[in-house]
């Protein structure tokens, strides 16, 4: 355990009472935990104000494109087998224009964690409804109330076997920096899809809609088909923790440039090089 005081404090643009400032303050926890110093660590995202997390946050940064985050993530993991590599964004950014990203990354399982701000809303563009946001919930460009059905992230997940799937809810800051904790220690591809209510733009799922209705789960997070029952729970209950857990390799393991280490500690055989261009000579 390290103090989290050396991950900085910054000034930020979210509004008073966002759960983005306890999604910041469960990320420190979790950081805190693992002794994990700044240089040990990459955060990356993309855009829209749960990705601003990157700025107030004293580490190895990357802010990339709207719905663009992973890809670089993965990158570095490959690039830089020894970081611990953290993509943090949206519900928008990461299921609606990062969908493939999403389903690509959870097949590929490299060892890096998406934590998705979910507040089932486009919260920096002011209302507009996103990918989870719930059926009949009248937004901005919904008036009528949303008519298609939300996508459930964490279902898709544990259909899809990711290595490690689980929600959580800022307002449970202790069950919610436990659970980063144990999504960064999991070896193989993590999702924390962590509700986090957007006090401003979304006046449906409050801190109280939240708070009345997560309840930790308490089946058995190996047993598939067990953990895709509890996957598609969400409504009247919703259930928080640990929903699946796989253990399998990680696909940096299964590399073999990957296995000697970063990128950067290997040596450039000039010869070889010299060799090759002497091909287009
Ligand atoms: C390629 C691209 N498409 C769309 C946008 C506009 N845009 C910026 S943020 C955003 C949605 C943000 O919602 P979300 O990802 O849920 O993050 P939140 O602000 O709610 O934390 C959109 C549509 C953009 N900047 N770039
Ligand atoms: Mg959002």
């Given at each position: 355990m390290i103090d989290s005081k050396i991950y900085g404090q910054f000034t930020t643009s979210w509004c008073p009472g966002c759960g983005n400032h306890d999604v910041l303050l469960a990320l420190k926890e979790a950081l805190a935990r693992q002794g994990l110093e700044p240089h040990q660590f990459a955060m990356v995202s993309g855009i829209g104000q749960a990705a601003k997390i990157v700025h107030y946050l004293k580490c190895n940064g990357f802010n990339g494109l709207h719905g663009r985050a992973l890809p670089p993530a993965q990158a570095l993991k490959l690039a830089n087998p020894e970081l611990k590599v953290v993509v943090e964004s949206g519900d928008g950014c990461s299921y609606g224009e990062g969908g493939n990203h999403f389903l690509a990354a959870i097949r590929r399982n490299l060892d890096i964690t998406l934590i998705v701000h979910d507040n089932q809303i486009y919260g920096l563009t002011k209302g507009q409804s996103s990918p989870t946001t719930m059926t009949g919930h009248v937004t901005k460009n919904n008036p009528l109330g949303m008519l298609d059905q939300p996508f459930n992230p964490v279902a898709v997940?544990?259909?899809?076997?990711?290595?490690?799937?689980?929600?959580?809810?800022?307002?449970?800051?202790?069950?919610?920096?436990?659970?980063?904790?144990?999504?960064?220690?999991?070896?193989?591809?993590?999702?924390?899809?962590?509700?986090?209510?957007?006090?401003?733009?979304?006046?449906?799922?409050?801190?109280?809609?939240?708070?009345?209705?997560?309840?930790?789960?308490?089946?058995?997070?190996?047993?598939?088909?067990?953990?895709?029952?509890?996957?598609?729970?969400?409504?009247?209950?919703?259930?928080?923790?640990?929903?699946?857990?796989?253990?399998?390799?990680?696909?940096?393991?299964?590399?073999?440039?990957?296995?000697?280490?970063?990128?950067?500690?290997?040596?450039?055989?000039?010869?070889?090089v010299a060799e090759h261009m002497a091909a287009y000579a």
């Open positions: 997940a544990v259909a899809m076997r990711a290595s490690f799937v689980a929600r959580a809810f800022s307002g449970l800051k202790e069950h919610a920096a436990t659970t980063i904790a144990a999504a960064m220690e999991h070896k193989g591809f993590s999702l924390v899809d962590m509700h986090s209510p957007c006090i401003s733009f979304n006046k449906v799922n409050t801190f109280g809609w939240y708070k009345a209705r997560c309840k930790e789960a308490s089946h058995d997070p190996a047993d598939w088909a067990e953990a895709m029952k509890v996957a598609t729970v969400f409504g009247e209950e919703i259930p928080i923790g640990v929903i699946y857990r796989e253990e399998k390799p990680s696909k940096e393991t299964l590399l073999p440039q990957c296995g000697q280490g970063a990128l950067y500690r290997k040596a450039v055989d000039m010869g070889k």
